[in-house]
């Protein structure tokens, strides 16, 4: 499906910020891995793609859109949110298993109606592009519509999405279980065929979590990995104790909870496994081997009491880490939010995360991962133009940190802390206009 044609070629002036490789997790001299370029004009060619930067205004032929005083990224990539759940988001009082039977289930229910379904994608997609996130790992539910209307309204939109129908055949609502594991093989075979690849659309097989599948289904899923190898893996994996003693029960013979899908073939370079608290040095060889990444979802960890994931842990094993929101678990799909919980985290357990690790997890760090760093998440040239426009500080307070900031890091490390939504002005897909502050006010 082809995208939306973008306008002329235009350029954006502004205080340009991105990665060119990943900087060392803790430390707050990134070297040469940081790129800033203060007042600089990034170039966006017909296509949508940036063409380069440069100090000198452009000629003529471009159209001039002047951010001065402005902080301009690389679009946010979340590695892990919930399409439905921005239904449940922010509900008191439940850890984890009970959090799924309580809020998330009961919601998901509703997503068996295409009506519902395609609202809800069609809310959810906006309010990612609201937040300055223009591209998203996303469980939608185990519904077919539910995967197809988050397809249909991404490709509306030009964006980078990757997504699938969840699989579950056991442990939930009888409305939310596959009715065998042939038919889940169908519906998951026809989706991947119509929208695998499509436009910037991906397919992603999607075990729930190794309790609500039974380990036929688990191992039709890995069938499908090994099958295509193109095809991303998505699951969530060692969230909370009890979801961690519960799996050891339903798999005795697994050695651990990563285990269940290693497996199964589930780990694999495009595997993505949410969360990730509760793995031990094994678990991190064997992420390391496989290729797949962590999505941390620091604001979701802390809100369902889940635990403490160990960043500097997985980084000295080489375990590919990014940032996600895990909404509606996580309370907000700001990436500065969450990132802000990230830096708590890792001070509860003794490390400091620089806001270079967390900016570079959450854009070039997560495209990496997933195998998309010639598409989305730097300004390299040639690359979509999938940029946001921020605003440095909105309001006294913020204002008032960042006239004293000492120094880059200092700077942007506050910008961080202190902004969210609010601070974002607009928003490009693939060079086309997607988001604007003054189009919503």
């Known amino acids: 499906m082809p995208l939306a044609t973008p306008p002329e070629k235009f350029a954006l002036r502004g205080d340009l910020l991105d990665f060119t490789a990943a900087p060392a997790w803790g430390e707050i001299d990134p070297g040469s891995a940081l790129r800033f370029q203060p007042d600089h004009w990034l170039l966006v060619d017909e296509r949508g ?47 984890l298993l009970d959090w799924l039977n309580t809020y998330t289930f009961p919601a998901e229910c509703r997503y068996a109606d295409p009506a519902v379904a395609r609202a809800g994608a069609e809310r959810f997609l906006d309010a990612l592009l609201a937040h300055g996130t223009t591209a998203a790992v996303v ?7 539910s995967a197809e209307a988050l397809f249909e309204a991404a490709a509306q939109r030009g964006m980078r999405l990757i ?80 979801e961690v003693a519960w799996v050891s029960e339903l798999f005795p013979d697994a050695r651990s909870y990563l285990d269940v899908y290693a497996r199964e073939g589930l780990l694999h370079p495009r595997a993505v496994l ?9 678990d991190r060889a064997v992420l390391k081997a496989s290729g797949a990444q962590i999505a941390f979802s620091p604001s979701s960890n802390l809100f369902l009491g889940s635990g403490l994931f160990d960043w500097a842990a997985a980084a000295q094993a080489g375990v590919a880490v990014s940032v996600a929101s895990d909404v509606g678990g996580g309370s907000s799909l700001s990436m500065q939010r969450n990132l802000l919980d990230g830096y708590k985290v890792q001070a509860l357990a003794g490390q400091r995360m620089s806001a270079w690790a967390g900016l570079h997890a959450a854009t070039r760090g997560a495209a990496e991962a997933l195998g998309l760093v010639d598409e989305i998440g730097h300004f390299g040239a040639g690359t979509l133009a999938d940029v946001c426009v921020w605003d440095w500080a909105v309001g006294p307070v913020a204002t008032a940190r960042a ?21 974002l002005h607009s928003a490009y897909v693939a060079g086309v206009p997607k988001y604007s502050r003054s189009s919503t006010a």
């Not at 100090?55 to 892990?80: K, N, V």
């Not at 469980?139 to 519509?145: G, N």
């Not at 006239?403 to 601070?423: I, K, P």
């Open 274 to 282: 949410a969360h990730g608290v509760w793995l031990d040095d094994a």
């Open 49 to 95: 793609r940036i063409q380069g930067t440069q100090a000198e205004a452009p000629d003529a032929s471009w159209r001039q859109i002047d951010h001065s005083g402005r902080l301009i990224l690389p679009g946010f990539i979340d590695t892990h949110v919930h399409a439905p759940q921005l239904d449940v988001i922010a509900s008191y009082g439940a850890e």
């Open 163 to 242: 997504t699938g129908k969840v699989l579950m055949d056991r442990n939930a609502p009888a409305a939310l279980l596959d009715a065998d594991v042939a038919s889940a093989e169908r519906d998951c075979v026809d989706l991947i065929s119509r929208w695998h690849g499509v436009g910037r659309l991906a397919y992603a097989v999607t075990p729930r979590f190794a309790p609500t599948s039974t380990p036929a289904q688990l191992a039709m899923a890995g069938a499908l990995c090994r099958a295509d190898a193109s095809l991303y893996m998505q699951t969530h994996v060692a969230e909370n104790r009890a």
């Open 139 to 145: 469980f939608a539910t185990v519904h077919k519509v």
């Open 403 to 423: 006239e004293v900031a000492r120094g880059l890091h200092e700077r942007v490390f506050a910008w961080m802390g202190l902004s969210d939504e609010r601070n």
